[in-house]
């Protein structure tokens, strides 16, 4: 995955950087007590959308998303949603990360949505 760790540019941070296949990814990580809400999801787009056409975004939350983030729907964004079920499926080699970020690519391409839960894919 070629990961970079947390870096700072002008004006905003960074968790990470990693390189999948043939495109490149910008990390967010939370790791709160309370799902993620639409707005840290517009932000972060803003991040990826400053960035090359090509920069998808994987937006990580220990603790889950609203429904109204996990409902959000766009022909133009960039980004994938995990949750804590997610990353502890992949800790637990249930399912392999390139697998995961494959279908959840896959998913936001035919349908919009950046959200589907690895219960929904294994």
Do not use: C
Request: hydrophobic fraction near 40%; charge should be neutral; aromatic fraction near 10%.
């Amino acid at each position: 995955l070629q990961p970079r760790a947390a870096y700072n540019l002008e004006h905003e941070q960074i968790d990470g950087a990693f390189t999948f296949r043939t495109d490149d990814y910008l990390l967010e990580a939370r790791w709160w007590k309370i799902p993620i809400e639409p707005k840290h999801l517009r932000d972060f787009e803003g991040k990826i959308r400053s960035k090359a056409k090509n920069v998808l975004g994987l937006f990580i939350s220990v603790n889950g998303f609203t429904e109204g983030s996990m409902q959000r729907r766009s022909d133009e964004s960039a980004l994938l949603l995990m949750d804590g079920a997610d990353l502890f499926a992949v800790l637990e080699a249930r399912i392999g990360l390139p697998e995961l970020l494959e279908r959840k690519r896959r998913h936001a391409a035919q349908t919009g949505s950046p959200w589907i839960s690895v219960a929904e894919i294994v």
